[in-house]
């Protein structure tokens, strides 16, 4: 059964409904790889399997009714952040230890309708709080490509899980690049959807205006597969946009000839790896080569990105985690005197180091007399990279930067480094600010062989133009293909 | 030295939404501790709040009520700070951006007329309760309160005396109930009262210090409460001492305020826009739409109630304190066409009745038809005014129409002049002793003889008929 690891979820598909395999087989299959593997691996922080059997089980019997879900009998793993009925959800924290949700995200419900199966959840930084699953409480993941490197992250279980072949393909979320960053530094292709595009109803929230969900996918075409299955407006959700949804699939293979890609001088800037500055100049010849025209174009305020990012980020999780109080549900520590000592005993020992700066950093920007010098003049310059895309997109149909300014780095080389570790995300963030669509493709490899990803945008709910380029550019990029040694 | 109290008023009044503002659980009250609860308002993680659109039209309903400026956009703002009853850490409330601004109401006091003016109204969540264990050092917490829609009444500070200040929460909490999106009843909470006071020497422009009152559940207690805090701060001022700003609590068993927290310790509430929450926006036709659906207020309505009825003031007041009450009386003045005389029955004998057994019009017994029958049975003599006293006492026991009542107990009024002649006669006779006083110049003792016919004839003799019989009688040798 070696040759499942080389199969999309198109494929896969395609040998259920013709009864060539069982889901049950195919779940047992992936757990028998995640118990193999994921010692080493660690992109679990829990592995379902009873659950994931019954539903696969289900699923088979579905597909003998003659039933056909988009994602019927597909083994999927959950970015540990998506509130799942019955199954412990934790956000990586120690504070949601023994949470049980009593309710289905949104997208879990998708999911269900779709006939996945959950394979388990997916190991990230704590509440979604890093740029390398460093920060977990149950452990740091690995990345496959070398085990002495982080996945990048935050949802780095998630691009590990699909590069190691834990799973088909899975679910992560992304505030500020992490879907795409642990994508590009996993080799794998990563999608974060327009805000709004994708119900946030139910995913745990780190900073509300700016989270989004989206899929991590061994090709395009399954990128196109799973956003068909999870996009779509949500009643449940305000901020929730209530248009049609295209089918994506439709946009493969067709082709960019004639489209103007936008290079954005601001993001080739000094500190890049230089094979990953290599590698952007092989991705703009493969763009030309389908005969798209690349033009320089200009983000006039990107400079002040990661700046208005840790200020609205934080402010914005500090009121979002006020609610990990002890008093309802998660960890509390026993023998607190009174009220007061229980909010900070829970807390204290609760919420991990980055976690607790952040909040720190959002409560500052936020207390009386220093809201306009920070939320406010943050929110305004955030107006402003906003409409530096929304000009950006009268010139050019997509824009491509690198993903990441460096492949994988080492385990524990930046958890020191506050403000180096946030640079990590210096090309991904001004998307979520936005509030416009990406995605990180496999565009080869460093010398050293740690994979890199080109990052396509687009303009808000363009989701199929990205399928479009990144496909396009999948196909004719002519990227090695390589596995993971594990 | 003279001083003058400065008070400001905060009102929440819970909205009679039969949903909650952010999720569809109902809002009513006294259930099963968190039984009315789900996700959403229990602030699990995850959960999302989606605007329940009642509460922005019960919140433009006040607020044209009482001549806000409505704000073509408003939003949601997030008000952060721990407490158990808050689970999620912050209530949703409006901050910089309210619904509306700029209103007034007139109150009268004494004859005259003030205007208060209202700062703002906004909506936001109510939190949950805690119920306190009377032998364990435990607490325990019940959501079911927990993000039903309130709306905050921020007056200016206009109100120079106790008397102004209650007679403001009166009228506000009179609108709410008129406009029917707030029950008022004060001892639930629905509807609720925080106090700002400061003193200032008479004359002087500047405010004084000021502490902010709460825990006021009745309009006795604020007046309690604003007065011995007036009282309070003027000790404190006359011994040459400084007013500390604070917020203190009353404490009605002990009929004191006292000392909650000083302003070090008030808290920063790091107020920002409600990332999960999009503005609302309000057109000119959502404005109008709820404009025609306004009732006619109390204040119009007396108004009219005084210049179309030809009522006295405090009548009118009394009339129209609810709109099911004033709905009562001019149901029953329509019908019977006598306003004045409805006005009379209602004010005295049917609101006597209700208040004895604290019941509410809606509960009367006495329908507003049978009241216009027995005001028309009056009028055309074929009951007293005297025996219409009776039969409405049993006209509100039984439920019955006075026509059955009359009947069943043989209450017709005697009208014949021939019948009552006789009685007259028999009466005068009877009585020679009166007599003679009477015609010695004892006038006084014609109501004597009026009353001995009506007891003869059981209260059944038309009086106006028994004037002229005894007058003429009497007379006469």
Redesign the interface.
Known sequence: MEDILELTIAQIRELLQKRKISSVELTNYFLERIKRFDGDISSYIKVTEEYALKMAGDADKKIADGENGQLLGIPLGIKDIYCTKGIETTCASRILKGFIPPYDATIIRRLKDEGYVHLGRLNMDEFAMGSSTETSYFGITRNPWDLERIPGGSSGGSAAAVAADECIASIGSDTGGSIRQPAALCGVVGMKPTYGRVSRFGLIAFASSLDQIGPFTKDVEDCAIMMNAIAGYDPRESTSVPLNVPDYTEFISRGIGGWKVGIPKEYFIEGIHPDIEKAMQRAITTVEGLGATCVEISLPHTEYCLAVYYIIAPAEASSNLARYDGVKYGFRPQGSIDLLDMYKKTRSAGFGAEVKRRIMIGTYALSSGYYDAYYKKASQVRALIKRDFTEAFTLCDAILTPTSPTPAFKIGEKMDDPLQMYLSDIFTISTNLAGIPGISVPCGFTKDGLPIGAQFLAGHFEEGKLIQIASAFEKYANIEKRRPAL | MPYEPVIGLEVHAQLLTETKIFCSCSTQFGAEPNSHTC?VC??????????NRKVVEYTMKMALATHCRINEACNFA?K?Y?Y?DL????QISQYAQPLSEHGYVDIELDGGKKRIGITRIHMEEDAGKLLHDEHLPSSY?DLNRTGVPLIEIVSEPDMRSTDEAVAYLKRLHEILVYLEICDGNMEEGSFRCDANVSLRPRGEMMFGTRTELKNMNSFRNVQRALDYEIKRQQCILESGQDVIQETRLWDDSKGETQSMRGKEEAH?Y???PD????PIVIDNAWTEEMKKSLPELPLEKRERFIRDYQIPPYDAGVLTSSRALAGYFEEVARLSGKPKIASNWVMGDVLRFLNEEKRDIKECPVLPGSLAEMIQLIEDGTISGKMAKDIIVEMYRTGKSPQAVIEEKGMIQITDEGTLEKTVAEVIAANPTQLAQYRGGKEKLFGYFVGQVMKATQGKANPQLINELLKEMLAKE
Request: proline residues 21%; aromatic residues 14%; glycine residues 10%.
């Open positions: 996700p229990m602030g699990m993680p995850g959960v999302l709040p989606v605007l997030r952060n721990f158990p689970p999620k850490g912050y917490v920063d790091r107020y920002f990332p999960d929450l999009v």
